[in-house]
Structure formats: structure tokens, C-alpha cells
């Protein structure tokens, strides 16, 4: 791994505040870019008023300097300079935006950044844009973070705040059926590539959801503190002020059984949430509890409190209320939202049984599909493999790739694919994933820009055992999947999203069976 620039860690006292005001505009003018890949080009684009005067600054350092006027986010150190500027008549006026593409030649500059700020003029006289940072990266490769988290995590939940920032949620250490949770938040900052904590929840959280609203606020429902104690209530951050506030407490009553005496109300662990196009988030599934005696692996109890229940979330009224039930119980499933709004709903575990003397997990039957016209659930074929932990990702013909997981009566990780047709409601076979001939579970998926997915990371070996892996793909509906190159670090269970530079992998459990969970994240630069 190569580290960033490590000026700007020294700048994180004066640049780094909770706000992080400069990734945010001072007026009518902001910057755009994509990953600076050595050997190829980048896109540069200036937005502001038309026919606006304009100007580039860059210098090798951020900083923070009042000028009066606005904010100067770059050190103005004895290095920086104006490559463009129509003030000087080097480029000409903003015609309301304007892209460049500009080669990125400079072999042997990986990992180094440069600090980019736009100033121009608009109708209330000038605007400084929000500052960029620039790190020229060789194609297919990892650079680290310049600061790592607060703390190690992995089942944890990372969302894209309104301002670019990002937020690693909850999660904390341990195996998928015996986690440790925490309530800590960190906020990830793109412009310095440094990670501050942020305000954490008022409960551990770990194996729970977050969903982004159409609003930039984030609502976290469910999980399990350390134990395997399932959660009922929700919690919403308003990223304006950096605050959670108690959300609706969930709907998911499980009958009493052999192994809930009582009737278990409202807590949901491993389910599954989607933000649906009318702004209400599908909530499904998941177990009443993971909690098992001691040393016990007999998960039995885990998987006789699998629920078919589901409910809704109205960000508009802040309630969550009860839909039909599923056609089938399930926890640890996946779902995802389809081009034609509604969700599909695949895999996980619905029920147990005893194998000699052994708990043995009961799969889901049937998949099923979530029409929000009409809130309520059809049945699907299934999957011709029943898997849980595994992943669902819509690709750029509209097509579902379904990748891994793991099933059988021990629960093994899975190295098969299988691809769904939204138009015919049908699965196919799709292709092995290379490499991994032991299986893929607890991965992490990221849809690119370019319609292709990034695979990374998870766990292969059975549930409760399972071991980190350090791999790494990328798939296209045309050309299959290709082995890109391995992760600096071994993860299970990390989180994968888009940033304008790449893709940010954080945290994960590294190692061996339980594996010490990492606080590292890095950035993965796509190949040409």
C-alpha cells in the first residue's frame, strides 16, 4: 500500500472539522472529477454561472486560509499555481460548465495528491468552489487512507453524505453468529483522505441495515448489540447537524417457540432494507435473536427465529408499518431494487432442523418479488442453489447478478453465480467466479460507473469458522469476470462504495477464523 501525501495529515487540526466546509461550495461554482489513473485520462469539470470568469489554483498541500472573501482550502505554499485561468486569458469564460479531459502521464507518481480549488466570479461577486484532492494512481491498485478509523470494524453499514463525506456505521469484531457490536461512527473526509469519529448511536449495532433517505438523512433499523440480543428500534443521523435521533420501533413479532418461550417483538438481526422510488424504505426478515449459549454452535434457536414479516418506513410521517407477509420466512437473505421499481427478494434461512443430534439450517424455498403499487409479495422461482450472506446487484442490461454466499447443511461458502431475468422472473447459471474455488461469502459488491461490479474481499469455509479472503473482481454483463489484483488486506464482512476517485474498501475481518477486524480502508483505483 502507498500512503497519500502526508502533508495532509498534518492539516487535519485546521481543515478537518465535523462540518467539513470544504467540501462544500461557497457559491455558484464547484469541481467534479473521476480517478486520476496513470497512463490514462481524467475528466475536470468546472460548474458555475455562464460566462463566468474563472480560475484553477493548485498546490501539493491543503490548508485553510480566510481571504476575505471566501475560504482558500489549499495551503498557498511557495509551490502553488494556475495551470487555467480566463482572468489571464488561458481559458476562456464558463459557458454554465465545462469538462476537460486531461492525460494522466506521470508514471511513478502513485499515491501522490495535489489539492485543486476553483475560484469564479457570479452574480455575488466571487465563489469559491469546494476543494478536490487529485491522487494519480497506477491502474488496478490499492492506496491506503492517510488516517485509519477510530476503531475496527466490520458487519458494519458505509453510506455517502450529502457533502461527498462518507459514514461507517455500527458493526464491530467477531464471527457472522457471534458479533460484537458497537455504536461508533466514523465519517470519512475524500479531500484528505482522513477518517474523525463522528456522533455515535444511542445502541451498538451490528448484522443491522442503513438506508440512505431521498433526503441525505440515514435510517440504521435493527441488528444486535454484542451477544446476539436482537434490536427492535431504529435510529435516524441528520447529517445538518451530526445528530441520531430515535426513529420507530420496527414490527417483526415472532410467535412463541420451543426456543422463545415468549413471543419476540420487534427485533430484527441480518435482514435486509431497500429505498424504494417513492422515498419509503422495504424493510424484511431477519432473526429474533443470535444469541446461543457460550462456546455453543448449535444456532438452532438462530435459525427457528427466522421471520417472514416485513413493514415500510415513511420518512414523511416517521412511522414504519406492517406489510403482508412474506411467502416465506428468511434471515440473511439478500434483495434488491429492480429498473422497474419493484424488489426482489432472494435466498437466506427459514427455519432449522436436526441432523443427528446437529442444528442444520432450513433454506427459503421460494424467492419473491415486492411491488410497491401494491405493497404486497409474489412468489418467484427460487435460486437453483438456497444460499444465504450472498449478494445482489442490478448490472447495465437490467439483469440481477446473484454472487456466492453459502448453503448446504453446514453452511460452506459457494463459488457459483446465478443471473435473473426481471422480464421472464426466471434464474440462469452464470459464471464461476475464478479463483475462488473454495467459495465466496461476507463479500462486498460496488456498481461502477461504467456498468461494470467490483467483487472484493468476504470469507470462504463454513459459517462460524469462516476465513478472510484478499481477492478481488471485476464483472461485465459482456466479458464475465476478471481477477484484479489482490487486496492489500484480507476482509470478511467490509462495505465497498463508489467515490469520485474509486472504490473505498473499509474495514472487514482479517485473518483466519474469527481474524482480528481491521480500522484500515483503502482506495481502489480501476484499471484503464
Not at 33 to 39: D, E
Not at 150 to 170: D, K, M, S
Not at 203 to 226: E, K, V
Request: proline share 8%.
Amino acid at each position: 500500500m502507498r500512503a497519500v501525501l502526508t502533508s495532509a495529515v498534518a492539516l487535519i487540526l485546521v481543515a478537518s472539522v465535523a462540518a467539513q466546509p470544504h467540501l462544500t461550495p461557497q457559491g455558484n461554482s464547484s469541481i467534479q472529477t473521476n480517478p486520476a489513473v496513470i497512463g490514462g485520462t481524467m475528466n475536470f469539470t468546472v460548474n458555475g454561472q455562464p460566462n463566468a470568469l474563472w480560475l484553477v489554483a493548485v498546490d501539493i498541500a491543503p490548508g485553510s486560509i480566510n481571504v476575505g472573501i471566501g475560504t482558500v482550502y489549499i495551503a498557498l505554499s511557495p509551490f502553488w499555481f494556475t495551470p487555467l485561468s480566463a482572468f489571464a486569458g488561458t481559458a476562456p469564460p464558463l459557458g454554465g460548465s465545462g469538462t476537460l479531459t486531461l492525460p494522466v502521464p506521470i508514471a511513478g507518481t502513485d499515491g501522490t495528491a495535489i489539492y485543486v480549488q476553483v475560484l469564479a466570479t457570479d452574480g455575488a461577486g466571487i465563489a469559491f468552489s469546494n476543494a478536490k484532492s487529485i491522487v494519480f494512481s497506477d491502474p488496478d491498485s490499492y492506496d491506503a487512507t492517510s488516517t485509519v478509523m477510530t476503531e475496527a470494524r466490520a458487519f458494519h453499514r458505509c453510506e455517502v453524505l450529502p457533502n461527498g463525506a462518507y459514514l461507517a456505521i455500527g458493526g464491530g469484531a467477531g464471527q457472522f453468529l457471534s458479533p460484537v457490536a458497537t455504536a461508533g461512527c466514523d465519517r470519512y473526509d475524500p479531500y484528505l483522505r482522513t477518517w474523525t469519529a463522528d456522533a455515535p448511536m444511542s445502541t451498538p449495532r451490528t448484522l443491522h441495515t442503513c438506508t440512505t433517505l431521498q433526503d441525505g438523512r440515514i435510517l440504521a433499523t435493527g441488528g444486535s448489540i454484542t451477544g446476539g440480543i436482537g434490536l427492535g428500534s431504529t435510529e435516524i443521523y441528520d447529517p445538518a447537524t451530526s445528530t441520531w435521533s430515535a426513529g420507530p420501533a420496527l414490527n417483526s413479532s415472532l410467535p412463541a417457540n420451543a426456543c422463545l418461550p415468549q413471543p419476540s417483538v420487534n427485533a430484527r438481526i441480518a435482514h435486509a432494507a431497500t429505498l424504494l422510488n417513492d422515498g419509503r424504505v422495504l424493510i424484511t426478515g431477519g432473526t429474533s435473536s443470535f444469541n446461543t449459549p457460550v462456546g455453543s454452535t448449535n444456532y438452532f434457536c438462530i435459525f427457528e427465529g427466522a421471520l417472514d414479516t416485513a413493514e415500510v418506513f415513511d420518512p414523511t410521517t416517521n412511522t414504519s408499518t406492517p406489510l403482508p407477509a412474506m411467502n416465506a420466512r428468511r434471515f440473511a437473505h439478500a434483495q434488491v431494487l429492480l429498473t422497474d421499481g419493484r424488489v426482489l427478494i432472494t435466498g437466506g434461512v427459514r427455519g432449522g432442523q436436526s441432523l443427528f443430534g446437529v442444528a442444520a439450517p432450513l433454506y427459503a424455498q421460494t424467492d419473491e418479488i415486492f411491488d410497491p403499487t401494491t405493497n404486497t409479495f409474489s412468489p418467484v422461482p427460487a435460486m437453483s442453489v438456497p444460499r444465504v450472506t450472498h449478494t445482489l446487484n442490478v448490472m447495465s442490461d437490467g439483469r440481477v447478478m446473484g454472487i456466492g454466499g453459502a448453503g448446504g447443511t453446514l453452511v460452506v461458502s459457494l463459488a457459483s453465480t446465478e443471473i435473473f431475468n426481471p422480464a421472464t422472473n426466471t434464474w440462469s447459471a452464470g459464471p464461476a467466479i475464478p479463483g475462488a474455488t473454495q467459495g465466496i461469502a461476507l463479500h462486498a459488491t460496488t456498481n461502477l460507473p461504467d456498468g461494470s461490479l467490483y467483487v472484493a474481499g468476504g470469507a470462504f469455509g463454513a459459517v462460524g469458522s469462516f476465513n478472510a479472503l484478499d481477492l478481488a473482481w471485476r464483472y461485465t454483463v459482456t466479458g464475465g469476470f476478471t481477477m484484479l489484483a489482490n487486496l492489500p488486506t484480507a476482509r470478511q464482512a467490509p462495505t465497498g462504495v463508489w467515490t469520485p476517485e474509486g472504490v473505498l474498501i473499509v474495514g472487514g475481518g482479517g485473518g483466519g477464523g474469527m481474524g482480528a477486524t481491521v480500522d484500515t480502508s483503502s482506495i481502489w483505483t480501476p484499471p484503464l
